[in-house]
């Protein structure tokens, strides 16, 4: 059976493929077909993914067709206002029950032979109620569409296939004291400036995957052009060491992370230099996605210590093992203020050589609607298809798959030798680990030691 | 309003009026200005391609959603591959044309862009024109041996000016909803 030799083969190579005590990887392990069928089993269908927002579906009957990891699923609002999640796969021939992105219905009636389901995925009946045509050895409770396990956090909807795992509370551990500021920090919370860019990427999941724990070091060298242009902010002779999210402080946690850049740093690019308190320039400078009007709600819907970490070193980029990346950052405006863009991204494997990459934008729904559309003009040229930074991004993980298809390349190694260690300020919130100063390898290299343990893990 | 998918017009149908024949003078003219626009961008002349843009510029490129046949009128999201203005589409021409490190496209794609099916009208202000076009093109980059293809439909606002004609709209219906090529480094 293919499937034992693949436990076998996980079970003997998986350690191989990642040098622990060397801090290496394999570039084999970008252009491994049994490997990616291991990671769809063992990763995809394990882990708590992000695959959209319930704004997407305010309406009952709402629906979403959505990916976890190559599983076609729909995500639909029940009369109840619950959220469900539900392989789109009809339970009878495998048909797709969903063949549209998005819509409304009370009833998904397979177009084939038409069984019929409710949004929450269960089983109505097949035409012809007195033939019964789904027969008698399963009942209909049996015929419903597979479902997954659901969690909302901060309205993105999480859903997984492991319903005897971790809660998402477990999973995020304590980093969820830290996405709390990006995602649960207002009143009404955040929706989608409308569907999210779809695109495919001819490369591994893993290049992005990896990239977004806190890849800061590559900002200098390839998104060297929007350095160079001002884009970033600072001068000619500061940019480089004043680029953004060069220092700074990294949290990781179950291969988790956030990026926080020092508020007076993003402070002095803005508006030059200024002698304020923490909380004074959080009142005049608050964290990405807050405008003014969000001030108080914000400061009602923190901790102290929460605040605290706002007002010092706010998270704006990272990512959500294994495939979510984050960026709630400052951007200029069409309007010439200084704004900001909130993006989430998916990476979605589609093979061992290509993934989805799809691309939300959000605002606080507590913003004003013309900051709104300056918000969303802003995140499309910044980031997603477009972006005059992401682009560059796209365009590099396409050639580190490309080198492990070499018989002598995929001998090579990704490195995480260059090492912060945990080393948490004395003022700083004791939770998830702490890296603070020039960003290095330390979140990125437990992005791997994450993806070791569940590749790993006994099922 | 449901912000997740608008009933957006991006073709403008309300402001058209009388068609332009074709082979006449206009037509042609605006012919030429498809191509002429077409022909600087695959030669990668961006900076001359920059000055055909009016400063009133509406630049998009919606994302679209596969609906169902009786909500067509839903089929473009308020996302887009591109949403921008004048000002941002300069940031992005001197990013590509003052710098020396813009690498999603260092080393260049090989483009073209091919044109047809245009489509003429006259609008209620006088020397401004409704304008649909096809898009065809094909992106090749190092050594590939495929293409990236692309086929769009574009509907845009021309104004003639004393210095020619100035592209004061461009709405690309993109055919695709998953995109096949990794990033639009390129303009369309």
């Given at each position: 059976m293919r499937l034992n030799s693949r436990n076998e083969y996980a079970n003997e190579a998986i350690s191989q493929f990642i040098d622990i005590e060397n801090r290496e990887v394999s570039v084999a392990a970008l252009n491994d077909a049994d490997l990616y069928e291991l990671e769809l089993e063992r990763i995809f269908a394990k882990a708590w993914l992000m695959i959209g927002h319930e704004t997407e579906i305010p309406n009952v009957g709402d629906y979403v067709v959505r990916l976890m990891g190559e599983d076609q699923v729909i995500i639909a609002r029940t009369a109840d206002g619950q959220v469900h999640v539900s392989l789109n796969v009809c339970p009878h021939r495998a048909m797709h029950v969903c063949l549209s992105d998005s819509g409304n219905a009370r009833v998904h009636?397979?177009?084939?032979?038409?069984?019929?389901?409710?949004?929450?995925?269960?089983?109505?009946?097949?035409?012809?109620?007195?033939?019964?045509?789904?027969?008698?050895?399963?009942?209909?409770?049996?015929?419903?569409l597979k479902k997954a396990r659901v969690q909302l956090y901060g309205g993105?909807?999480?859903?997984?296939?492991?319903?005897?795992?971790?809660?998402?509370?477990?999973?995020?551990?304590?980093?969820?004291?830290?996405?709390?500021?990006?995602?649960?920090?207002?009143?009404?919370?955040?929706?989608?400036?409308?569907?999210?860019?779809r695109l495919t990427i001819d490369a591994n999941w893993k290049t992005a995957g990896e990239q977004s724990a806190c890849d800061g070091f590559h900002t200098l060298t390839l998104h060297g052009s929007v350095i160079d242009i001002g884009a970033m902010g600072g001068e000619a002779d500061t940019e480089h060491e004043s680029a953004p999210a060069m220092y700074g402080i990294n949290l990781s946690g179950n291969g988790h992370s956030l990026r926080c850049i020092a508020a007076d740093t993003s402070w002095a690019l803005a508006h030059g230099k200024g002698d304020l308190t923490p909380e004074e320039r959080l009142e005049a400078f608050p964290p990405p996605g807050i405008t003014p009007e969000l001030l108080p709600e914000l400061k009602r819907n923190m901790s102290a210590e929460q605040l605290h970490v706002l007002a010092k070193a706010p998270p704006v980029v990272g990512g959500m093992f294994p495939n979510m990346n984050i960026l709630f950052i400052y951007s200029p405006l069409r309007d010439g203020t200084l704004g900001s863009a909130l993006v989430l991204h998916s990476i979605m494997p589609k093979?061992?050589?290509?993934?989805?990459?799809?691309?939300?934008?959000?605002?606080?729904?507590?913003?004003?609607?013309?900051?709104?559309?300056?918000?969303?003009?802003?995140?499309?040229?910044?980031?997603?298809?477009?972006?005059?930074?992401?682009?560059?991004d796209s365009d590099t993980w396409p050639h580190m798959t490309e080198s492990a298809k070499g018989v002598i390349g995929r001998t090579e190694t990704l490195k995480y030798q260059a090492i912060l260690g945990e080393n948490r300020p004395d003022d700083w919130p004791n939770k998830a680990k702490v890296y603070e100063g020039f960003g290095k390898d330390d979140a990125q290299w437990e992005w791997w030691l994450a993806y070791h343990k569940l590749m790993t893990a006994q099922a | 309003m449901s912000v997740t998918v608008a009933t957006v017009t991006y073709t403008r149908e309300d402001q058209r009026r009388d068609e332009v024949p074709y082979g006449s003078t206009v037509y042609n003219s605006i012919m030429g200005f498809l191509i002429r626009e077409a022909r600087l961008l695959d030669h990668r002349d961006i900076k001359a391609w920059g000055e055909l843009l009016a400063e009133d510029l509406e630049y998009k490129a919606p994302v679209r959603i596969t609906r169902r046949v009786q909500q067509f009128d839903q089929e473009f999201g308020t996302m887009g591959h591109f949403d921008d203005d004048y000002n941002s589409m300069m940031v992005r021409i001197t990013r590509l044309i003052t710098t020396t490190n813009a690498w999603s496209e260092d080393p260049a794609s090989r483009v073209r862009r091919f044109i047809s099916n245009v489509t003429v009208w006259e609008t209620d202000v006088p020397d401004e024109y409704e304008v649909s076009s096809y898009l065809f093109l094909t992106r090749n980059r190092a050594e590939a041996k495929d293409y990236k293809q692309l086929s769009a439909e574009r509907n845009d606002r021309l104004r003639?000016?004393?210095?020619?004609?100035?592209?004061?709209?461009?709405?690309?219906?993109?055919?695709?909803?998953?995109?096949?090529?990794?990033?639009?480094?390129?303009?369309?």
């Open positions: 009636k397979c177009i084939y032979h038409g069984w019929a389901f409710r949004p929450d995925g269960s089983f109505i009946g097949a035409p012809i109620e007195r033939e019964q045509m789904h027969g008698n050895i399963k009942t209909k409770e049996q015929l419903g993105l909807v999480f859903a997984t296939w492991n319903h005897d795992g971790p809660s998402l509370d477990e999973w995020l551990g304590d980093m969820k004291f830290y996405y709390d500021m990006l995602f649960c920090r207002t009143d009404k919370g955040l929706e989608v400036l409308g569907p999210p860019q093979g061992p050589h290509h993934f989805e990459w799809t691309t939300y934008y959000f605002a606080e729904k507590g913003t004003p609607e013309n900051v709104k559309v300056m918000m969303r003009a802003a995140a499309t040229h910044g980031t997603g298809t477009s972006g005059i930074i992401e682009q560059d | 003639m000016t004393k210095d020619g004609f100035k592209l004061a709209r461009r709405s690309i219906l993109l055919d695709q909803v998953v995109l096949g090529m990794p990033n639009f480094a390129i303009f369309l």
